[in-house]
């Protein structure tokens, strides 16, 4: 129902910051809860953050929290990833994903944008 768009990544060094966006298509936007994924080389995906279809409640992995931060603007359409003090280990493909008010799964995945974080 929705297709979702990366884009916002790039090169940065250990220390820096980067704002992801993630466009998505339709106009039932508000009613996923949208979250980002990232999947480093040789590495599985893994889940980053979550954000509720209203905005109102977040969900982070340990190894960000504290550092990045998701938002969502429903009238733009767009979920975003504002990421701070960046470290190598960041450095991964970040997928924006979406998932229904009543699905289990996101099921549904954007092209990923590249962050490369450099020591």
């Known amino acids: 129902q929705v297709q979702l768009v990366e884009s916002g990544g790039g090169l940065v060094q250990a220390g820096g910051s980067l704002r992801l966006s993630c466009a998505a298509s339709?106009?039932?936007?508000?009613?996923?809860?949208m979250a980002w994924f990232r999947q480093a080389p040789g590495k599985e995906r893994e889940f980053v953050v979550s954000?509720?279809?209203?905005?109102?409640?977040?969900s982070y992995a340990d190894s960000v929290k504290g550092r990045f931060t998701i938002s969502r603007d429903n009238a733009k359409n767009t979920v975003y990833l504002q990421m701070n003090s960046l470290k190598p280990e960041d450095t991964a493909v970040y997928y924006c994903?979406?998932?229904?008010?009543?699905?289990?799964?996101?099921?549904?995945w954007g092209q990923g944008t590249q962050v490369t974080v450099s020591s």
């Open positions: 994903a979406a998932r229904g008010l009543y699905s289990v799964d996101y099921n549904t």
């Open positions: 339709g106009r039932t936007f508000i009613r996923y809860n």
């Open positions: 954000i509720s279809a209203s905005g109102g409640s977040t």
